[in-house]
């Protein structure tokens, strides 16, 4: 769990990725700087939980593929800065938008086919925003590239 | 039925059908601009995506601006990759010293009214002080528009800033930027447009309109847009042939919020670290130690920005004992420039370190970095924690007059009491 305005540096800083842009390599400096445990602690399938503003600040792709990289397959913010939000959705991490302050570190949470997400500790139920089609369409392909291997452009 | 906003207009224009925010468009591009810390990714997507041939080099630019110098066999590494796909494919490429990226899109006229120009880094928001809808991708996005020319768009809603009256000595565009930062907060404008307006556009200089456009990407907008008007066609002249129309919005043009800012009231600003939006009152933060001092980067690296710290370091008798005073012009074109009229010599004689025209310390790729406990105030757009290279060094934003009091005094000061 991260709080608000996590800037993408926080997430991998951006000196890491004059070296190497391998997110097995990354992602051992994952929040590195923010809590230095933090990527010795993620399992795979974890998801990561953030406040407001999520993955402000550069545009560099890899603060999403080191995420990705780290065996996390879906962000649960309160919200994303744009960029950010379009890089998850062309590496096919899934970025979902609702309210995550009762969400407590090591909940389990579970989704079901309504795209609802419910709280086994709490009980709570959030229903993430729902995304646009084509955002679905580049996410169900896999990413951009699957998407663009496919179509060759963009299709609305 | 509301009129539209000028980002509305744009849209529709690339799109090629009526638009309203909210709606999502797939849009011709007119530029897109790649750097060395975005491009080498994009190329892996490119071939991933099976790209074999880049669909209009015309339209693709490469800058060599993050790691100059380079100074790794990794980062020369990535440096060979670029310059050799842009030599096959026939793209434009800057090579390392051309300037920061931005700048360059700027300079040589590829952001043009009415345009659509987009930039892998989130600082490509800088060219709507064009009148050009400008914002940042990533490297993904940046490989689709290579391989089919075109992009996605969801049309943004639009804040509405309204300037009135004219700068107080003493107070520069870097001001005004970081107080609508702090009055919007670094999500304010999330995927939402900023369109600026009001009697006060018409008494901004182009460079004080890049700082404000430069900027809106740290409130979280989408783009910082600005009418266009004669000092904007002044600007061009002799930049571009290109024919080009100015988008102005409807009267009647529907904007989710209106902020007025009254430049004659406002007083200089500093944004404390190590977030963009906690700014305050530069009079609340004087006294504070300052040990570096950063002139550069595509906020605050043009020769209008160096032209007001020199005043103030002439003012003040030069750099204080224990302030280190780091230069990084934002190009070529602004270093020949400052070399021409005197401005750099006159910064080496104060003891200034000049470096390369790149992004410098900016992002901590290159370039001094500070070392640990270190304050430095800089001209930039980000002051997060371990931006320049060092987690343990602090950073302030403000103007380049502010940076160059501090400079002179060793501490956070206003520009105003070094130069009266």
Avoid at chain 2, 70 to 76: G, N, R
Avoid at chain 2, 309 to 325: F, M, N, S
Wanted: overall charge negative.
């Amino acid at each position: 769990m991260v709080g608000d305005d996590v800037n993408t540096d926080s997430i991998i800083s951006s000196t890491r990725k004059r070296e190497s842009l391998d997110p097995a390599v990354l992602k051992q400096f994952l929040f590195e700087h923010v809590d230095p445990g933090f990527a010795a602690s993620v399992r795979s399938g974890d998801i990561l939980v953030a406040g407001k503003n999520f993955g402000c600040g550069s545009a560099m792709e890899v603060a999403v593929t080191t995420v990705l990289g780290a065996g996390i397959p879906a962000v649960i913010a309160k919200s994303f800065s744009r960029t950010y939000y379009r890089n998850a959705i062309n590496n096919g991490l899934l970025p979902l938008i609702c309210d995550t302050s009762l969400i407590r570190d090591g909940d389990i949470l579970v989704s079901d086919a309504t795209g609802a997400i419910r709280n086994e500790r709490s009980g709570e139920t959030l229903r993430p925003e729902p995304l646009p089609e084509i955002m679905k369409a580049i996410l169900s392909a896999g990413g951009l590239v699957p998407y663009m291997r496919k179509n060759g452009d963009f299709r609305l | 039925m509301a009129g539209r906003t000028i980002s509305e207009k744009i849209l529709a224009r690339k799109s090629g059908q009526a638009v309203r925010a909210g709606d999502l468009v797939v849009c011709e591009v007119d530029c897109a601009l790649g750097t060395d810390g975005s491009v080498p990714m994009a190329l892996d997507y490119f071939e991933a995506m099976g790209g074999e041939r880049v669909r209009d080099p015309s339209k693709l630019v490469f800058a060599l601006d993050h790691y100059v110098p380079p100074t790794s066999a990794q980062t020369i590494g990535l440096h060979r990759i670029m310059r050799e796909f842009a030599c096959k494919h026939g793209v434009t490429l800057h090579g390392a010293g051309a300037g920061i990226g931005h700048q360059l899109i700027v300079e040589t006229g590829r952001a043009l009214p009415g345009g659509l120009v987009v930039g892998a880094d989130s600082h490509a928001v800088t060219y709507g002080a064009l009148n050009c809808f400008a914002t940042g991708i990533g490297s993904s996005d940046l490989a689709a528009i290579m391989l089919c020319g075109r992009i996605w768009l969801r049309v943004p809603q639009t804040i509405r800033v309204v300037l009135t009256g004219q700068l107080s000595v003493g107070v520069f565009a870097k001001d005004i930027a970081l107080a609508l930062a702090g009055l919007l907060g670094a999500d304010g404008a999330a995927y939402q447009a900023l369109e600026f307006a009001g009697p006060g556009v018409a008494t901004l200089a182009l460079e004080d309109r890049l700082v404000l456009s430069n900027l809106a990407v740290e409130m979280g907008a989408k783009n910082g847009i600005f009418p266009a008007d004669a000092e904007t066609a002044a600007y061009l002249r002799g930049r571009t042939e290109q024919a080009y129309e100015r988008i102005t919005p409807d009267p009647d043009a529907h904007y989710n919020k209106t902020v007025e800012i009254a430049l004659d009231q406002l007083a200089p600003q500093i944004a404390l670290p190590h977030l963009v939006d906690q700014v305050v009152p530069l009079a609340d933060a004087s006294g504070t130690p300052i040990q570096m001092v950063y002139l550069g980067t595509c906020t605050g690296g043009r020769l209008r920005d160096f032209h007001q710290a020199l005043e103030v370091l002439k003012a003040g008798g030069g750099v204080a004992p224990g302030v280190q005073l780091v230069v990084t012009p934002a190009s070529r074109e602004v270093r020949d420039a400052m070399a021409a009229d005197g401005t750099l010599d006159a910064l080496v004689g104060f003891g200034a370190t000049v470096v390369e025209p790149g992004c410098g310390s900016c992002c901590g790729t290159c370039g001094v970095i500070p070392g640990d406990g270190v304050s430095v105030i800089s001209t930039a757009n980000r002051n997060f924690r371990g931006r320049m290279g060092n987690a343990k060094a602090s950073i302030y934003l403000a103007s380049p007059a502010a940076c160059a009091a501090a400079a002179t005094r060793g501490f956070v000061t206003d520009p105003n009491k070094v130069t009266r």
